[in-house]
Protein backbone atom coordinates (compact mmCIF):
# COMPACT_ATOMS: atom_id res chain seq x y z
CA UNK A 1 0.00 0.00 0.00
CA UNK A 2 2.78 2.40 0.58
CA UNK A 3 4.77 1.67 -2.32
CA UNK A 4 1.23 2.36 -4.12
CA UNK A 5 1.29 5.85 -2.76
CA UNK A 6 4.30 6.56 -3.37
CA UNK A 7 3.80 5.87 -7.05
CA UNK A 8 0.63 8.02 -7.07
CA UNK A 9 2.74 11.04 -5.87
CA UNK A 10 5.30 10.68 -8.17
CA UNK A 11 3.09 10.96 -10.95
CA UNK A 12 3.20 13.96 -13.01
CA UNK A 13 -0.15 15.05 -13.33
CA UNK A 14 -0.29 15.75 -17.86
CA UNK A 15 -3.36 18.23 -17.79
CA UNK A 16 -1.17 21.07 -16.12
CA UNK A 17 2.36 20.76 -18.96
CA UNK A 18 -1.50 21.11 -21.83
CA UNK A 19 -0.67 23.77 -23.85
CA UNK A 20 -3.42 23.86 -25.89
CA UNK A 21 -5.80 26.60 -26.41
CA UNK A 22 -9.57 26.49 -25.18
CA UNK A 23 -10.89 26.36 -28.83
CA UNK A 24 -8.52 23.43 -29.48
CA UNK A 25 -9.55 21.40 -26.96
CA UNK A 26 -13.24 22.46 -28.07
CA UNK A 27 -12.51 21.00 -31.30
CA UNK A 28 -11.64 18.12 -30.42
CA UNK A 29 -14.44 17.16 -28.16
CA UNK A 30 -16.55 17.85 -30.87
CA UNK A 31 -14.77 15.72 -33.07
CA UNK A 32 -14.73 12.64 -30.51
CA UNK A 33 -18.93 13.39 -30.98
CA UNK A 34 -19.20 13.42 -34.78
CA UNK A 35 -17.57 10.08 -34.48
CA UNK A 36 -19.86 8.59 -32.17
CA UNK A 37 -22.39 9.88 -34.13
CA UNK A 38 -20.97 8.05 -37.41
CA UNK A 39 -20.71 4.74 -35.05
CA UNK A 40 -24.20 4.75 -34.08
CA UNK A 41 -27.12 2.38 -35.66
CA UNK A 42 -29.01 5.50 -36.78
CA UNK A 43 -26.48 7.19 -38.87
CA UNK A 44 -25.06 3.50 -40.05
CA UNK A 45 -28.75 2.67 -41.01
CA UNK A 46 -29.07 6.49 -43.11
CA UNK A 47 -25.88 5.49 -44.85
CA UNK A 48 -26.90 2.26 -45.86
CA UNK A 49 -30.60 2.36 -46.43
CA UNK A 50 -30.49 2.43 -49.99
CA UNK A 51 -29.62 -1.28 -49.51
CA UNK A 52 -33.12 -2.13 -48.18
CA UNK A 53 -34.77 0.32 -50.41
CA UNK A 54 -33.06 -2.32 -53.51
CA UNK A 55 -34.59 -5.14 -51.73
CA UNK A 56 -38.00 -3.46 -51.37
CA UNK A 57 -37.90 -2.57 -54.68
CA UNK A 58 -37.62 -5.96 -56.18
CA UNK A 59 -39.64 -7.57 -53.35
CA UNK A 60 -42.57 -5.08 -55.08
CA UNK A 61 -41.93 -6.08 -58.54
CA UNK A 62 -41.70 -9.57 -57.95
CA UNK A 63 -44.96 -9.29 -56.49
CA UNK A 64 -46.58 -7.01 -58.77
CA UNK A 65 -45.22 -10.06 -61.89
CA UNK A 66 -46.60 -12.77 -59.55
CA UNK A 67 -49.97 -11.26 -58.95
CA UNK A 68 -50.80 -11.00 -62.96
CA UNK A 69 -49.48 -14.57 -63.56
CA UNK A 70 -51.32 -16.20 -60.72
CA UNK A 71 -54.67 -14.34 -60.45
CA UNK A 72 -56.81 -17.27 -58.93
CA UNK A 73 -54.48 -17.84 -55.99
CA UNK A 74 -53.63 -13.47 -56.15
CA UNK A 75 -57.64 -13.29 -55.14
CA UNK A 76 -56.65 -15.56 -51.80
CA UNK A 77 -53.88 -13.77 -50.65
CA UNK A 78 -55.95 -10.68 -51.36
CA UNK A 79 -58.48 -11.73 -48.71
CA UNK A 80 -55.53 -13.00 -46.36
CA UNK A 81 -54.13 -9.44 -46.66
CA UNK A 82 -56.75 -7.63 -45.79
CA UNK A 83 -57.68 -9.99 -43.33
CA UNK A 84 -54.64 -9.22 -41.56
CA UNK A 85 -54.48 -5.37 -41.73
CA UNK A 86 -58.37 -5.29 -40.22
CA UNK A 87 -57.60 -8.17 -37.20
CA UNK A 88 -54.02 -6.17 -36.59
CA UNK A 89 -54.78 -3.10 -36.18
CA UNK A 90 -58.30 -3.97 -33.82
CA UNK A 91 -56.22 -5.83 -31.86
CA UNK A 92 -53.60 -3.19 -31.37
CA UNK A 93 -55.99 -0.65 -30.89
CA UNK A 94 -58.34 -2.87 -28.27
CA UNK A 95 -56.40 -2.67 -24.83
CA UNK A 96 -55.09 1.10 -25.40
CA UNK A 97 -58.32 2.61 -26.20
CA UNK A 98 -59.75 0.75 -23.67
CA UNK A 99 -57.36 2.63 -20.64
CA UNK A 100 -57.35 5.85 -22.41
CA UNK A 101 -60.63 6.31 -23.36
CA UNK A 102 -62.86 8.61 -21.12
CA UNK A 103 -65.87 8.65 -22.73
CA UNK A 104 -68.13 5.24 -21.69
CA UNK A 105 -69.66 5.82 -24.55
CA UNK A 106 -66.85 6.30 -26.70
CA UNK A 107 -65.39 2.87 -25.36
CA UNK A 108 -68.82 0.92 -26.31
CA UNK A 109 -68.78 2.40 -29.56
CA UNK A 110 -64.90 1.60 -30.26
CA UNK A 111 -65.63 -1.90 -28.25
CA UNK A 112 -68.09 -2.66 -30.60
CA UNK A 113 -66.40 -1.62 -34.11
CA UNK A 114 -63.31 -3.55 -33.26
CA UNK A 115 -65.54 -6.35 -32.66
CA UNK A 116 -66.80 -6.34 -35.98
CA UNK A 117 -63.53 -6.01 -37.64
CA UNK A 118 -62.36 -8.73 -35.51
CA UNK A 119 -65.36 -11.05 -36.71
CA UNK A 120 -64.17 -9.78 -40.69
CA UNK A 121 -61.17 -10.68 -40.32
CA UNK A 122 -62.04 -13.87 -39.37
CA UNK A 123 -64.46 -14.37 -41.96
CA UNK A 124 -61.83 -13.30 -44.77
CA UNK A 125 -59.52 -15.85 -43.67
CA UNK A 126 -62.02 -18.90 -44.04
CA UNK A 127 -63.12 -17.02 -47.49
CA UNK A 128 -59.02 -17.19 -48.69
CA UNK A 129 -58.85 -20.98 -47.81
CA UNK A 130 -61.17 -21.71 -48.93
CA UNK A 131 -60.91 -20.40 -52.38
CA UNK A 132 -57.01 -21.90 -52.32
CA UNK A 133 -58.48 -25.19 -51.48
CA UNK A 134 -60.90 -25.38 -54.48
CA UNK A 135 -58.04 -23.71 -56.97
CA UNK A 136 -55.35 -26.15 -56.13
CA UNK A 137 -57.71 -29.38 -56.00
CA UNK A 138 -56.81 -31.38 -59.03
CA UNK A 139 -60.53 -31.65 -60.21
CA UNK A 140 -60.99 -28.01 -60.34
CA UNK A 141 -62.31 -26.62 -64.17
CA UNK A 142 -62.16 -23.22 -63.68
CA UNK A 143 -65.86 -23.31 -62.27
CA UNK A 144 -66.41 -21.29 -58.42
CA UNK A 145 -68.44 -22.98 -56.03
CA UNK A 146 -71.15 -20.64 -54.95
CA UNK A 147 -69.25 -19.55 -51.36
CA UNK A 148 -66.31 -18.19 -53.83
CA UNK A 149 -68.55 -16.36 -56.06
CA UNK A 150 -70.15 -14.61 -53.67
CA UNK A 151 -67.45 -13.54 -52.05
CA UNK A 152 -65.76 -11.96 -55.24
CA UNK A 153 -69.19 -9.92 -55.15
CA UNK A 154 -69.30 -9.44 -51.31
CA UNK A 155 -65.39 -8.21 -50.77
CA UNK A 156 -65.95 -4.77 -52.46
CA UNK A 157 -68.85 -4.52 -49.70
CA UNK A 158 -66.65 -5.59 -46.82
CA UNK A 159 -63.63 -3.42 -47.99
CA UNK A 160 -66.17 -0.61 -47.82
CA UNK A 161 -67.82 -1.43 -44.62
CA UNK A 162 -64.58 -1.98 -43.18
CA UNK A 163 -63.32 1.75 -44.15
CA UNK A 164 -66.61 3.54 -43.48
CA UNK A 165 -66.83 2.02 -39.70
CA UNK A 166 -63.56 3.18 -39.44
CA UNK A 167 -63.78 6.44 -40.13
CA UNK A 168 -67.56 7.02 -38.75
CA UNK A 169 -66.41 5.93 -35.27
CA UNK A 170 -63.66 8.29 -35.45
CA UNK A 171 -65.97 11.69 -36.28
CA UNK A 172 -68.50 10.56 -33.64
CA UNK A 173 -65.77 9.40 -30.98
CA UNK A 174 -63.95 12.81 -31.57
CA UNK A 175 -67.34 15.48 -32.41
CA UNK A 176 -69.86 13.79 -30.03
CA UNK A 177 -67.58 12.01 -27.00
CA UNK A 178 -65.54 14.98 -27.07
CA UNK A 179 -61.78 12.66 -27.44
CA UNK A 180 -58.65 14.27 -28.47
CA UNK A 181 -57.89 14.56 -32.21
CA UNK A 182 -54.86 15.76 -34.15
CA UNK A 183 -54.17 17.09 -37.65
CA UNK A 184 -52.68 14.12 -39.15
CA UNK A 185 -55.45 11.38 -37.44
CA UNK A 186 -58.74 13.94 -39.28
CA UNK A 187 -56.31 13.72 -42.51
CA UNK A 188 -56.66 10.14 -42.61
CA UNK A 189 -59.51 9.03 -41.49
CA UNK A 190 -61.15 11.68 -44.19
CA UNK A 191 -58.92 9.96 -46.98
CA UNK A 192 -60.58 6.58 -45.51
CA UNK A 193 -64.09 8.10 -45.81
CA UNK A 194 -63.26 9.43 -49.20
CA UNK A 195 -61.74 5.96 -50.61
CA UNK A 196 -65.03 3.89 -49.13
CA UNK A 197 -67.30 6.22 -51.13
CA UNK A 198 -65.25 5.90 -54.43
CA UNK A 199 -65.44 2.49 -53.85
CA UNK A 200 -69.35 2.24 -53.68
CA UNK A 201 -69.42 4.62 -56.32
CA UNK A 202 -67.49 2.89 -59.37
CA UNK A 203 -68.18 -0.85 -60.55
CA UNK A 204 -65.65 -3.37 -58.74
CA UNK A 205 -65.37 -6.75 -57.54
CA UNK A 206 -62.48 -8.70 -56.37
CA UNK A 207 -61.02 -10.05 -59.54
CA UNK A 208 -60.07 -6.78 -60.65
CA UNK A 209 -57.79 -6.16 -57.43
CA UNK A 210 -55.28 -7.97 -58.33
CA UNK A 211 -54.55 -5.68 -61.52
CA UNK A 212 -55.03 -2.47 -59.38
CA UNK A 213 -52.73 -4.23 -56.59
CA UNK A 214 -50.03 -4.71 -59.44
CA UNK A 215 -50.26 -1.59 -60.33
CA UNK A 216 -49.94 0.02 -57.51
CA UNK A 217 -46.91 -2.30 -57.02
CA UNK A 218 -45.33 -1.14 -60.11
CA UNK A 219 -46.18 2.52 -58.85
CA UNK A 220 -44.60 1.73 -55.78
CA UNK A 221 -41.16 0.20 -56.72
CA UNK A 222 -41.15 2.56 -59.06
CA UNK A 223 -40.69 5.43 -56.37
CA UNK A 224 -38.74 3.19 -53.85
CA UNK A 225 -36.30 2.51 -56.67
CA UNK A 226 -35.55 6.44 -57.04
CA UNK A 227 -35.00 6.45 -53.37
CA UNK A 228 -32.70 3.71 -53.72
CA UNK A 229 -30.44 5.46 -56.52
CA UNK A 230 -30.50 8.50 -55.26
CA UNK A 231 -29.32 6.92 -51.82
CA UNK A 232 -26.31 4.69 -53.57
CA UNK A 233 -25.31 8.20 -55.35
CA UNK A 234 -25.45 9.89 -52.14
CA UNK A 235 -23.31 7.03 -50.51
CA UNK A 236 -20.81 7.37 -53.10
CA UNK A 237 -20.41 10.83 -52.89
CA UNK A 238 -19.97 10.66 -49.29
CA UNK A 239 -16.69 8.20 -49.53
CA UNK A 240 -15.39 9.92 -52.70
CA UNK A 241 -15.36 13.32 -50.84
CA UNK A 242 -11.94 14.08 -49.78
CA UNK A 243 -10.83 14.30 -46.00
CA UNK A 244 -9.98 17.91 -45.07
CA UNK A 245 -6.97 17.90 -43.54
CA UNK A 246 -6.97 19.82 -40.59
CA UNK A 247 -3.73 21.97 -40.18
CA UNK A 248 -1.98 22.02 -36.83
CA UNK A 249 -1.60 25.19 -35.67
CA UNK A 250 0.65 25.42 -32.91
CA UNK A 251 -0.56 27.52 -29.59
CA UNK A 252 0.52 30.98 -29.10
CA UNK A 253 2.53 31.58 -26.00
CA UNK A 254 2.09 35.27 -24.64
CA UNK A 255 4.38 36.73 -23.28
CA UNK A 256 4.74 37.35 -19.41
CA UNK A 257 3.18 41.00 -18.98
CA UNK A 258 5.27 44.16 -17.47
CA UNK A 259 4.82 44.77 -14.28
CA UNK A 260 5.29 48.67 -14.71
CA UNK A 261 4.49 50.80 -17.52
CA UNK A 262 8.42 52.30 -18.39
CA UNK A 263 10.07 51.40 -21.37
CA UNK A 264 13.39 50.93 -21.49
CA UNK A 265 14.66 53.79 -23.73
CA UNK A 266 13.12 55.45 -20.75
CA UNK A 267 16.05 54.05 -17.74
CA UNK A 268 19.37 56.00 -17.01
CA UNK A 269 21.88 53.49 -16.96
CA UNK A 270 23.99 55.61 -14.93
CA UNK A 271 21.27 55.60 -12.06
CA UNK A 272 21.81 52.72 -9.34
CA UNK A 273 19.34 51.43 -7.44
CA UNK A 274 19.15 52.85 -3.43
CA UNK A 275 18.73 49.33 -2.03
CA UNK A 276 20.82 47.72 -4.49
CA UNK A 277 23.63 45.79 -1.98
CA UNK A 278 25.87 44.72 -4.61
CA UNK A 279 28.30 46.47 -5.27
CA UNK A 280 29.21 48.56 -8.58
CA UNK A 281 31.75 49.21 -10.35
CA UNK A 282 30.27 52.67 -11.51
CA UNK A 283 29.46 53.80 -8.18
CA UNK A 284 30.38 57.75 -7.78
CA UNK A 285 32.57 58.15 -4.50
Not at 236 to 252: M, N, Q, T, W
Request: hydrophobic residues 45%; positive net charge.
Amino acid sequence: MKKNKKNKNNELNTENFDIRTEEEKEAEKEAKKEAKKAKSPVKVYSTYKFIFFMVTFAILVTFGIMILIFQDNSIGAIYMVTALIAGVAALIRLIPLMRTTKSKRAKLVSLIEIIFHIVVAFYLIIAALVLWGQVNADDFDGNYNWFNKFNFDAYKYVLITLLATRSLVYYYVTIECNEGTDRTKFIFHTIINVAAIILAAIPFDSKQVPIVLAIVSFLSAAVIGGEAGGGYFRYRKSIAKPKEKKDKVSPEIEAPAKEDDKEISDIDPNTIPVNDEQPSDTAVM
